[in-house]
């Protein structure tokens, strides 16, 4: 069993910044790709990034890319998203996930095994 803790929200202003961590209670993180995405009210949970165990490869959204940046300390099981520039349509429930099974498509919430309780950021414009 895989448990995902996210903490690190909160209320920002318009053009500010914010990190977030997720740690993972389990002993083989570093055999574990990570991901965030994000559900605002009334919508989909949408991909945001992840992040390969095997070769450290990021992968992020069209609509934060350049903005958000994920990163991992398999010292620590911990990934963290630093989200800078952040906007008004930023604002959402944020939720952490992890799966050690590999996935062409970790774009897709589906494809995602272990998920956190999530942590609201909330951006004032």
């Known amino acids: 069993q895989v448990t995902v803790v996210e903490s690190g929200g909160g209320l920002v202003q318009a053009g500010g910044s914010l990190r977030l961590s997720c740690a993972a209670s389990v002993r083989t993180f570093s055999s574990y790709d990570m991901g965030w995405f994000r559900q605002a009210p009334g919508k989909e949970r949408e991909f945001v990034a992840a992040?390969?165990?095997?070769?450290?490869?990021?992968y992020y959204s069209d609509s934060v890319k350049g903005r958000f940046t994920i990163a991992r300390d398999n010292a620590r099981n911990t990934v963290y998203l630093q989200m800078n520039s952040l906007k008004a349509e930023d604002t959402a429930v944020y939720y952490c996930?992890?799966?050690?099974?590999?996935?062409?498509?970790?774009?897709?919430?589906?494809?995602?095994?272990?998920w956190g309780q999530g942590t609201q950021v909330t951006v004032s414009s």
């Open positions: 992040i390969s165990w095997s070769n450290g490869d990021t």
């Open positions: 996930a992890a799966d050690s099974i590999w996935s062409r498509r970790r774009d897709l919430a589906t494809e995602w095994t272990y």
